[in-house]
């Protein structure tokens, strides 16, 4: 969602590199170890490098989807039953854009509730440089980076 995307632009916007900004967060992570229940959601926040520039990585829904048209997410979704949040959001990932992260950092320490009133668990990571990755996105997701 946007205040998602403007939490982690402020993120990359306060930090001069990788490692400042890996320090920066630590604080703020934590690695939830609970088993989730298939009510619980978990979303990657994928911070890459573009043209040299730290950015995140996010995804919007083309107009080919019947809902949420339009709408600016992180790969992520439901987890299934007994599954960490930081599995959730990586498999995902995985499924939704072809990426497997390089560093899995933690889950901002706190869940977020959704407007369906769910718990959704936010795993931070770094994947690499996009400049020449291929993307295998699912159908009906676009992907884009934004470092401001």
């Known amino acids: 969602?946007?205040?998602?995307?403007?939490?982690?632009?402020?993120?990359?916007?306060?930090?001069?590199?990788?490692?400042?900004?890996?320090?920066?967060?630590?604080?703020?992570?934590?690695?939830?170890?609970?088993?989730?229940?298939?009510?619980?959601?978990?979303?990657?926040?994928?911070?890459?490098?573009?043209?040299?520039?730290?950015?995140?990585?996010?995804?919007?829904?083309?107009?080919?989807?019947?809902?949420?048209?339009?709408?600016?997410?992180?790969?992520?979704?439901?987890?299934?039953?007994g599954e960490r949040a930081i599995e959730t959001s990586v498999r995902e990932m995985k499924e939704e854009i072809g990426v497997d992260p390089q560093q899995v950092w933690g889950n901002l320490s706190r869940p977020v509730v959704s407007l369906k009133l769910e718990n959704v668990y936010a795993t931070v990571g770094y994947i690499g440089c996009v400049d020449d990755m291929n993307f295998k996105l699912s159908d009906g997701e676009d992907v884009r980076c934004q470092n401001n």
């Open 1 to 81: 969602n946007m205040n998602g995307m403007k939490i982690a632009c402020s993120w990359i916007r306060n930090s001069n590199s990788l490692q400042t900004l890996r320090t920066r967060l630590k604080p703020k992570l934590v690695n939830h170890r609970e088993k989730l229940s298939r009510s619980s959601c978990a979303v990657f926040i994928p911070l890459c490098h573009k043209n040299k520039e730290l950015s995140v990585l996010y995804t919007t829904r083309t107009k080919k989807l019947k809902t949420h048209t339009g709408q600016i997410s992180f790969p992520g979704g439901r987890c299934e039953d």
